[in-house]
């Protein structure tokens, strides 16, 4: 397979509605491979907060217009990152629906075959993390070559969520991010330990440049199912383009077979 990770640049002076036509130009330039990955709320940004409200839409809004429009046209499979979603509001009222975060995957002709609302919220006691709703179902993709696992940014912390998408049949993992550069660190570390402990690819995308007063950390990343970086962005926009074999992953786990080792799981008794 052929994939392209686009790390895109979100900066304060560009509109979200410019940034979504450029973007979406660039999906269509990547005519030829198999699968294009987006980072996590590109339209927005990750940390600007105040504009969460103001710019979410529904999951047939603008950025779905846009990207379904673009995947076809490209004939590609599309992680579009994700949106600030506004759901729909059981009293009526636009103002009081929730917000999630999220991801939004499209077929080359250009069909929503997946949503993942984020299930791990940033923030603490602030941001995401109060703004917006917890997601609670995991998500898989059936591609022809592999099984796509879609998770996002903050979940990358949490191990028990790439176990589960496993146990669905993930072999492929896609995580769209915006994470900030002051913990770059820990983004390669932890992209390298999902893809160990699962046997199992990491396609991590995040954005470059600086929104909210935040630098982004950039340095987007394929690894593979034993831990080897394959590709491997720098900190600014960039299309990071990579090939690799989806067979590797069942060739991986049979050759060095510890998933089924596996003896703790949800169901094993505390005392």
Request: net charge negative; charged share 25%.
């Amino acid at each position: 397979m052929r994939a392209s990770l686009l790390q895109i640049d979100v900066n304060d002076d560009e509109s979200v509605a410019s940034r979504r036509r450029r973007v979406a130009d660039l999906v269509r330039d990547q005519a030829g491979v198999d699968l294009v990955v987006l980072p996590e709320l590109w339209t927005t940004g990750a940390f600007a907060y105040e504009g969460f409200g103001a710019w979410a839409e529904p999951l047939d809004g603008p950025t779905h217009e846009a990207m379904s429009k673009a995947a076809s046209d490209a004939g590609v499979w599309l992680h579009a990152g994700s949106i600030p979603e506004r759901a729909a509001s059981g009293t009526g009222s636009a103002a009081e629906a929730p917000l999630y975060n999220t991801s939004l995957v499209y077929s080359p002709a250009g069909e929503r075959v997946a949503a993942y609302r984020k299930i791990h919220r940033f923030g603490f006691d602030k941001g995401e993390a109060v703004l917006m709703g917890a997601g609670t179902e995991l998500v898989t993709v059936r591609l022809p070559e592999t099984v796509l696992g879609v998770a996002t940014c903050y979940d990358l912390r949490f191990p028990e969520l790439f176990r589960g998408l496993v146990d669905a049949g993930a072999q492929t993992f896609v995580l769209p991010a915006g994470w900030p550069e002051r913990r770059r660190a820990h983004w390669t570390l932890l992209a390298q330990a999902r893809a160990v402990e699962n046997q199992a690819y990491v396609l991590a995308c995040g954005t470059a440049g600086t929104h909210a007063g935040v630098p982004q950390a950039g340095h987007s990343i394929v690894v593979d199912p034993w831990g080897e970086v394959l590709a491997e962005a720098g900190p600014d926009e960039e299309i990071l383009t990579v090939e690799f074999d989806p067979a590797r992953v069942a060739a991986t786990r049979e050759q060095f077979p510890a998933l089924k080792d596996r003896l703790l799981g949800l169901d094993t008794p505390t005392r």
